[in-house]
């Protein structure tokens, strides 16, 4: 299996088998981030550019850092100090940077399909950093990496996704991810977070936080996308954490051996409680740590790619 | 001048007119049709229609010509050059333009503009409301007088029930519809269609409903108040549905839609190609084969254009903040043919949703090829096959989500007001 496309603009378009070579990719990456010496000399000469139209923490933090792991030099871009703000459109702003020969963009925006437009207008590789309630393709791959690596498989589970899952991207491409694998997926949230068709992408609906959870191997928690106007769906905050903040208590009618995900950021005592957020089932974190490893894989793969 | 259109097939969708027969224009009208007429006179050219089918000048109900106020995305002189080409000769124009047209000195610009620089007749479309706000009427008589055929505040709902009954039965003072642009504005915070395509696009979606509410509403009130209204570019399902029930109890209900919601579905936005960005969206492939359905059983009695031409620029940017609409002038008649092609429709059938019923509709005395009447003409073959190249059009938007189609059908000339307006390159005739 040999790696050709251009760009990762989302999960739709990837095989199985594109998306299983970026997982065993990021494997042998893992180590590298333990290492004293934390960089390998790969992408040296490589010019990585972040262009983050919405704000940022650990998806832009990731990328550089799996970038400078690799030797490639980085360069950010926030909306906020970009020509964003004086008025340049996206296509302008692409162009300018194509002009400066970067080898890999990767663009998060707030308007879905803002990466496949910026794929048409420059000849380096554009990763989807995350657009609009689109796809965040490298969620969903470092989600999978995570619960492979703490289950094993991906065959035979049960995930349940809870919350806001009509803004979602990362529900999204995790539901696109997920279906290429023999999974029973539950997507749970108050129907005004469901959307309408959700059973065409082979997903069950369901309004019960209990049930969702019931013998669920992975619960993946999402937040309220505020800025997507996700807080219209719902009266108020309070009521919706009573209703689908999951408590140790839900996490106890899941298997045993249950994990619990959230991509961030958490927002504590609205859909995650301190106890869940910490607890020994969290892994939390370890999508921190496996999203260097698998965002320097999808990196090196475009770079390296077949032509 | 004095043309003599030879040997073509001519049809008339009105009378039931067809067979090879010669078409003599005197001036701007049809001295008579026969075969074979000798060249009478001088200063005649003979037209060789040969292999080819004359039939009636299209009308369109529904377009956007921008002008005044937005003569960077269209002219009149342009938009009518896109009209003859695509072989109208009497379109209707919105009154979404900048001042809006809802007052007489308006419309007498844009008709003053179109006596000197159109390519065919237009007939402007006066605002139900002033500034198209859904607050108060407005002066609806003065711009009958000068020259509106009907009213609309195309590009929304008239929000205010209350409102849409005064308008209704306001213009039953003047004998012209009401145009309803249906939707609910509140259902219809979106940019694509809501159904499967748009769940793996994650753009905001439209429900379908958002327009049957409205379609719903219109006819109700049009019905209470004994008034005609014509429901404008009908997309979905539920809406013929809706139309062919409420059709059998009241008469005085008609509607279009537009070669998009039968040729095109939501999947085309998948790419996050903005040209397909249209509102009403481009629906599902349920909601197309009804429309094709209402289009067959005569629920849908017309269909119009909803010529929407936009600078690149604003086309050219992310697909939530890209403007709406694709310039149809110049695509819609090989699209309307494809339903001919298809067996849904006669050739006869066609043309009267593209002729008599828009004439009936507007009190208009074109749309028929007859004796004594103007010489509202185009000549066309159905057979031709054409791509679609959008740098090509007269239009000054290239918006089309066409470009590139093969189609089949094309107009090779067009005859407005008894002069050439409009003749294909290819046309040795």
Redesign the interface.
């Known amino acids: 299996m040999k790696w050709t496309k251009k760009d990762l603009l989302g999960i ?1 378009g990837l095989s199985k088998e594109e998306i299983l070579l970026v997982l065993d990719t990021a494997e042998s990456f893992k180590d590298i981030s333990r290492r004293d010496v934390k960089k390998v000399p790969t992408l040296r000469g490589k010019t990585i550019i972040t262009l983050f139209y919405e704000p940022s923490t650990r998806t832009r933090t990731s990328f550089e850092i799996a970038a400078k792991r690799l030797s490639a030099d980085t360069i950010n871009i926030a909306a906020s100090t970009s020509s964003y703000v004086k008025g340049e ?3 302008d702003t692409a162009k300018t940077l194509e002009a400066m020969k970067p080898d890999v963009t990767i663009i998060r ?1 707030s ?4 990466p ?2 910026l794929a048409k207008i420059v000849e380096s590789s554009v990763v989807n950093g995350g ?5 965040h393709p490298t969620q969903a791959l470092l989600d999978l990496y995570t619960m492979r690596e703490k289950k094993g498989t991906l065959d035979g589970l049960k995930i349940a996704i809870i919350g806001d899952i009509i803004h979602s ?1 990362v529900a ?1 491409s995790n539901i696109l991810a997920l279906r290429h694998f023999d999974t029973e997926i539950v997507c749970c949230g108050p129907p005004t977070m469901l ?4 059973e ?2 082979g997903v069950k609906s369901e309004y019960n936080l209990e049930k969702a959870v019931r013998g669920a191997d992975v619960i993946m928690m999402l937040r309220i996308q505020k800025e997507r106007g996700g807080v219209a769906y719902i009266p108020s905050i309070k009521e919706y954490s009573t209703m689908f903040g999951l408590t140790k208590e839900h996490v106890g009618k899941a298997r045993k051996d249950a994990i619990v995900m959230h991509p961030g950021p958490m927002n504590r005592g609205v859909e995650i409680m301190d106890d869940v957020a910490d607890g020994p089932f969290s892994v939390i974190l370890d999508q921190v740590e496996n999203g260097v490893a698998v965002r320097m894989a999808v990196l090196y793969l475009l770079l390296g790619r077949e032509t | 001048m004095n043309i003599l259109i030879k040997n073509g097939r001519v049809i008339d969708p009105k009378s039931g007119l067809d067979g090879i027969l010669d078409v003599f224009i005197q001036g701007d009208r049809i001295e008579k049709i026969d075969r074979p007429l000798s060249r009478e006179g001088r200063d005649v050219e003979v037209i060789d229609a040969t292999g080819h089918i004359v039939a009636p000048g299209l009308i369109d109900v529904h377009t956007h010509l921008r002008e005044p106020g937005y003569e960077w995305k269209e002219t009149i002189r342009t938009g009518t050059m896109a009209a003859v080409r695509g072989g109208f000769t009497s379109i209707v124009c919105m009154a979404n333009t900048n001042p809006v047209n809802d007052n007489k000195s308006v419309t007498d610009y844009i008709v003053t503009k179109v006596r000197s620089e159109g390519a065919c007749r237009v007939f402007p479309c006066g605002a139900i409301t002033k500034g198209l706000k859904g607050e108060e009427l407005a002066e609806i008589g003065e711009m009958v007088e000068a020259g509106i055929r009907t009213i609309s505040d195309d590009g929304k709902s008239v929000k205010n029930s209350g409102l849409l009954r005064k308008a209704l039965e306001y213009a039953k003072l003047f004998n012209i519809p009401v145009i309803s642009h249906c939707e609910d504005e509140d259902l219809s915070r979106g940019y694509v269609h809501e159904g499967r395509a748009s769940l793996l696009s994650g753009l905001d979606a439209v429900p379908g409903i958002a327009e049957e509410i409205i379609v719903r509403r219109d006819m109700t009130l049009a019905a209470y108040v004994d008034a005609p209204i014509h429901l404008t570019h009908i997309s979905t399902a539920g809406s013929v549905d809706a139309i062919r029930h409420a059709k059998k109890e009241y008469k005085k209900i008609t509607c279009d839609t537009c070669p998009h919601y039968f040729s095109i579905t939501d999947e085309a936005t998948l790419d996050f190609d903005t040209n397909t960005k249209v509102n009403p969206p481009l629906r599902s492939r349920d909601d197309m084969e009804a429309i094709t359905e209402g289009l067959r059983n005569n629920t849908i009695d017309m269909i119009a254009t909803d010529h929407a031409p936009h600078e690149g620029t604003s086309k050219d940017v992310e697909f939530d903040i890209a403007t709406f609409g694709i310039s149809g002038l110049e695509t819609a008649f090989a699209l309307s043919l494809g339903l001919v092609h298809q067996g849904v429709l006669t050739l006869h059938e066609l043309f009267r949703k593209l002729t008599v019923n828009p004439a009936k509709l507007l009190g208009l005395p074109y749309g028929e090829i007859k004796a004594g009447k103007i010489a509202d003409l185009m000549v066309f073959n159905p057979e031709i096959e054409w791509t679609v190249d959008r740098n090509s059009f007269f239009s000054k938007g290239k918006n089309t989500p066409f470009h590139g189609w093969e189609l089949k059908g094309k107009n090779l000339l067009t005859i407005a007001d008894g002069k050439i307006a409009y003749r294909d390159p290819s046309f040795k005739g």
Do not use: F, N, S, V
């Open positions: 739709t459109t996206l296509k925006h308007m879905p399909g803002a496949h437009m657009d609009g309630a689109h796809e991207r999204r959307p309408p068709h959700l065409d992408l």
